[in-house]
Nanobody, 118 residues
């Protein structure tokens, strides 16, 4: 079992920055992948970025060069993952969720709201 808690969301003007955090508890050393997803009103949930236990990352085309996913290397696990978001746009407004995969089981956090004003 893994529990995920997101934080760091808020209201920011276009062009601004935010850093989201996802803290995992439970079977953290079995986490294979951590990812950030987002869901805007009336839209499907979509992948933003993922990071794997080996350190490789992937990003949605819409956030490349603006967002960076990273982990707390001091903890030698994916127990804490960050999403640095720069050059934010109004279309980045959404509820951002953290997701982990542990031995094939998917876990979701409750989400943190990001609102970008124009």
């Amino acid at each position: 079992q893994v529990q995920l808690v997101e934080s760091g969301g808020g209201l920011v003007q276009a062009g601004g920055s935010l850093r989201l955090s996802c803290a995992a508890s439970g079977s953290i050393f079995n986490i294979n992948t951590m990812g950030w997803y987002r869901q805007a009103p009336g839209k499907q949930r979509e992948l933003v970025a993922i990071i794997r236990s080996g350190g490789s990352t992937n990003y949605a085309d819409s956030v490349k060069e603006r967002f960076t996913i990273s982990r707390d290397n001091a903890k030698n696990s994916l127990s804490t993952v960050y999403l640095q978001m720069n050059s934010l746009k109004p279309e980045d407004t959404a509820l951002y969720y953290c997701r982990s995969i542990v031995a094939g089981t998917i876990y979701w956090g409750q989400g943190t709201q990001v609102t970008v004003s124009s």
